[in-house]
Structures are given as structure tokens and as C-alpha cells.
């Protein structure tokens, strides 16, 4: 009996130090395998080699958009193909890495250049945005369509493994099948919170791929960002866009993404606006930096859809309120391109220098045709008709018409202010007068010699062009006499009425007898 209680108790006595150097064990074991999990995740570094490839047509605003994501303020353009980087900072493991940019010209010309930017090495490594500008909505269609084929026929013409490809498309397929909006229990940015969101899900619960989504995958991240979308008040005003325009818009590029397996951004540099999400969201898809903002589909010029996200049934909600068009209407008919307006140009017109011989020869030609045809100017005509016998011969023998007044030599045409024509003006008045019917001399019509002048005609001043010039005379002398009488109502100096000077005085006692008269005396009052 003593032997079989000192057996049991040695053998209770191994199994509980056996049972305690085994739960030692297993906690050593658990402690080293946190810690090296740790450890291994500790020393894990950002990856250098990543890549983003830049496509779009050009001012679309590619360059200016990367220049923001770098943060730099005054970005400047190049030409066919163009190398920048964005500099990345994971803040939970305190490294940097980083992002080599490709931006590729919109000229079709520069296709070529794209094995540099995208080839076998770097194929599973890149990301590929392209870019629409919102400035020309009606371009869109045919746009990411291009680059779409442009993309796919470079991929193709590259020597890639058939299992590697495969890979690429099924790593992209699994994206869109496990997202999912993960709850923010956990610090996000902690390595246990992002083990956990990439580990959670496995292959056998995953759903399957909605309806018409990566109907085209090309094993690639793609992003599609449009650009420049405060002009969306320019196109309402403008040209007349109205919010079911841009849910048409929209629907359409929803729908090209989700069957091309992208995400989609709305991004004003101008603005600010979503540039920042943008940055966070592409270090997220290369870097697997966290990413917690959801879906943004609220306000019409920031549209933010990650992959996966979108579905026809989210899209479907932008139908109701599109009265006036119809989603399955064709995109070119509802958005369409305004009429082209013919560019003004500043510069003047460019003006061809004559020869100048040719030059020369042709003013002499017009000077010879001056020469041989040359009119008269209107004053000389009527001082010539007024003061001259040009209107018909006057015969030398004529005892009635008396030769007319000597011209003052002062009182020329040459004189400033046309005073010279007035002089010649009154001077032919005199000798009008002096030889007029009414003077009853010899050359009178009650003579032989008025009467036979009168008879045959060969009295210019009985002539009806005489007789028209007398009544112009007598309009002009009225018209005369009822300014200058204005003028001495308004003030009594001859100095301020050189006009008077000019007439003689004869003609002033005739026509102006009042400035002639003695005052009336006062004691006559």
C-alpha cells in the first residue's frame, strides 16, 4: 500500500510539472511570435520602385494637377514625355519613399514614348490616371475612349508572362470584390488595424462582381480624374447646362469606370478641392496607406468613387432627376459641342511696301492728269463770275458800264480769315450798281444803246446768270445787315465788328443809314 501511494504521488507530480513547462512554452512561443511579427513589420519599409503613369489629352490640366499633389505652386510644362516624383511619408513608421510621375503629351505623335514609362518591369508596380478636363464635357467620350485602346494595345505589344498578367487581373478583380467601408475601431494607420483590413476576407467569401463591372481589365490601377470643375459655373451661364446635364455627365462616366474597373475624382486645383483626397487615395492603392473617407457623391463638382464602390443601382439614382434626357440616350446627342467661334487676332495686318520707283512713276502720272484737267475751286468760280466778264463779250465801245473799282492790294484772297473774297464780294457790288439800269445813263434800257444791248444779248449783266448772281448778292448783303444789327444790340464798340470795316461806304449809307445819322440831340427828347 505504501508503494502504490508513493507511485501515484510521483506521477501526479510530473504531470503538473509537466503541464507547467508546457503552458511555459506555449506563452515563450507567444511572446516571440508577437514580437517577431512586430519586428517584421517594424523593419518593413516604404517600396521604392512604384510609379504613376499620367494620360490625357492636352489642357486637360495633368501637369498643373501633379505640380499640386507635390505641392508646388508654379508648375512648369514640358513636351513629350515628362519625369517628376511626389515625395511620400508614412507617419506611423516614420519612412519616406519616393513616387516616380510619368506625364505623357496629349499629342498622339508621342504614343511611342511609352515603353519608357510603363514596360515589363514596372508593370505590376504602376498606376495609371488619366484626365478629362471639364471645360470640354463633349470631348470625354471619344477622349478616355483613346486612351483607353491606347493603354490596352501598349500592354499587349509587351513580352509579359501569361501567369503574370493573370495575376495582375485577379489581384484587380479581388479589389472590387473585397471592399468593403471597414469600421474605425482601430487606429487605421496602426500595422494590426491594416493586417487585419487586408486578411479579413477570404477568397471563399467573396462576393461576386456586379453587374457590367471590369467587363474591361487590363490588370491595372486606374484612376479617372476630372479636372477643372469650378467651370461649371461657366457652362451654366454660358451655355446653358442645367443640373440634369451634369447628372448625365456624371451617370455616363460612373457607368465607363465601373466597366473599366477605375475610381473616379472630381478635382478643382483652382478650388482646392478633393486634391488632397486624391493623394491620400493613390498612396492608399500603392502604398496601402489608409484611406477612410467614403464615397462622395453629394455635391456635383466633387464626385469622389472608389473602386469597388459603384454599382447600376447607385448609378440608377441619378435618373430621377433627369426629366429632359434619357440615360440610354447617345452621349454626343445631349452633350454636344458649341459652335466653334472664329479666333480674333490681335495682329495688325501686314502692309506690302510699293517699289519705290514704281511709287514715283505712278504720282507723276496722276500729276499729268491734274495738269491737262484741272477744276476750279468753288470761291474762285464765284469771284471770277461776280467780278469778271466771263459770262459773255463785252464790246470796248460801251459808254454805259464804267470800269469796275480798283481792288485794295490789301484786301486779297490771300488774306487770313477769306477777308479778301468780302472785299471783291462788295466791290462787285459797286460795279453792279454803277452800271445798273437804274442809274438811268447812257447804257440805261430807256437808251438806243440798252435797248439794242438788251435786244441782242450781249449784256452779260442782263443775262439770267447775272440775274441770279444779283439776287444771291442781295441775300447775302440781307442776311449781312441782320447780323450786324444783332451785334449792335449786344454792344456798342465798332471794334468788335470787323466785318463792318470790310464794306465801303457807299454801301453803308445805302443799306445801314442809321449808323450814319446824327444822333437826336437831348433836349430834342
Not at 493603354?151 to 479581388?174: N, P, S, V, Y
Not at 514715283?360 to 491737262?372: N, P, V
Not at 452779260?460 to 447775272?466: D, G, I, S, V, Y
Request: neutral net charge.
Amino acid at each position: 500500500m505504501a508503494l502504490d501511494s508513493g507511485t501515484q504521488t510521483n506521477a501526479l507530480t510530473s504531470s503538473l510539472t509537466t503541464k507547467k513547462k508546457d503552458a511555459s512554452a506555449e506563452k515563450e512561443n507567444l511572446w516571440s511570435a508577437i514580437l517577431n511579427e512586430v519586428q517584421t513589420q517594424g523593419s518593413t519599409k516604404l517600396p521604392s520602385n512604384k510609379s504613376v503613369l499620367v494620360l490625357g489629352d492636352n489642357a486637360t490640366g495633368k501637369t498643373t494637377l501633379i505640380a499640386k499633389l507635390q505641392g508646388v505652386e508654379d508648375p512648369k510644362k514640358g513636351s513629350g514625355l515628362e519625369y517628376a516624383y511626389i515625395d511620400v511619408k508614412d507617419e506611423y513608421r516614420d519612412d519616406m519613399t519616393r513616387l516616380s510621375v510619368w506625364v505623357l503629351d496629349g499629342d498622339p505623335g508621342h504614343t511611342n514614348l511609352l515603353h519608357y514609362a510603363l514596360n515589363e518591369t514596372n508593370y505590376a508596380h504602376t498606376l495609371v490616371i488619366l484626365t478629362v478636363s471639364m471645360t470640354q464635357p463633349w470631348g470625354w467620350m471619344e477622349q478616355l475612349n483613346h486612351w483607353i485602346k491606347v493603354l490596352g494595345q501598349h500592354i499587349e505589344t509587351l513580352q509579359l508572362d501569361a501567369k503574370e498578367k493573370e495575376a495582375a487581373r485577379q489581384r484587380l478583380a479581388t479589389t472590387w470584390q473585397s471592399y468593403c467601408e471597414v469600421g474605425d475601431d482601430l487606429d487605421p494607420g496602426s500595422p494590426v488595424k491594416r493586417t487585419m483590413r487586408n486578411n479579413s476576407i477570404d477568397e471563399d467569401d467573396l462576393l461576386p462582381l456586379t453587374e457590367d463591372a471590369l467587363i474591361t481589365n487590363l490588370g491595372l490601377d486606374i484612376v479617372v480624374v476630372v479636372t477643372k470643375t469650378d467651370y461649371m459655373t461657366t457652362l451654366e451661364k454660358e451655355y446653358d447646362y442645367r443640373d440634369e446635364h451634369f447628372d448625365f455627365i456624371q451617370q455616363w462616366i460612373r457607368n465607363f469606370c465601373l466597366r473599366h474597373g477605375t475610381s473616379l475624382f472630381y478635382t478643382s486645383v483652382k478650388e482646392d478641392k478633393n486634391c488632397d483626397l486624391l493623394y491620400k487615395y493613390l498612396t492608399h492603392r500603392i502604398y496601402g496607406l489608409p484611406f477612410r473617407t467614403p464615397a462622395l457623391v453629394v455635391e456635383k463638382d466633387a464626385v469622389l468613387i472608389p473602386a469597388g464602390w459603384d454599382s447600376l443601382k447607385k448609378i440608377s439614382i441619378l435618373y430621377e432627376n433627369m426629366h429632359g434626357v434619357k440615360a440610354d440616350n447617345v452621349y454626343s446627342d445631349i452633350i454636344k459641342a458649341p459652335p466653334t467661334r472664329k479666333a480674333v487676332s490681335n495682329r495688325e495686318t501686314e502692309v506690302q511696301t510699293e517699289d519705290e520707283q514704281a511709287f514715283l512713276a505712278r504720282q507723276q502720272e496722276i500729276l499729268k492728269q491734274g495738269d491737262q484737267v484741272r477744276g476750279e475751286s468753288p470761291l474762285r468760280s464765284q469771284a471770277g463770275g461776280v467780278g469778271s466778264n466771263k459770262s459773255g463779250p463785252r464790246s470796248s465801245s460801251t459808254t454805259g458800264q464804267s470800269s469796275p473799282k480798283k481792288i485794295d492790294p490789301k484786301l486779297t484772297p490771300a488774306t487770313p480769315g477769306g477777308e479778301g473774297v468780302l472785299a471783291n464780294f462788295f466791290n462787285s457790288l459797286l460795279h453792279k450798281k454803277s452800271g445798273s439800269p437804274a442809274s438811268g445813263g447812257p447804257g440805261g434800257p430807256g437808251s438806243p444803246a440798252g435797248a439794242a444791248r438788251t435786244a441782242n444779248g450781249t449784256d452779260a449783266l442782263m443775262t439770267p446768270e447775272k440775274l441770279a448772281v444779283r439776287t444771291d448778292a442781295a441775300a447775302e448783303l440781307d442776311r449781312l445787315s441782320r447780323s450786324v444789327k444783332k451785334e449792335i444790340d449786344m454792344s456798342q464798340s465798332r471794334n468788335r465788328y470787323p466785318l463792318m470795316k470790310l464794306v465801303p461806304r457807299n454801301i453803308k449809307r445805302e443799306y445801314f443809314p442809321s449808323r450814319h445819322s446824327k444822333p437826336e440831340s437831348p433836349s430834342k427828347k
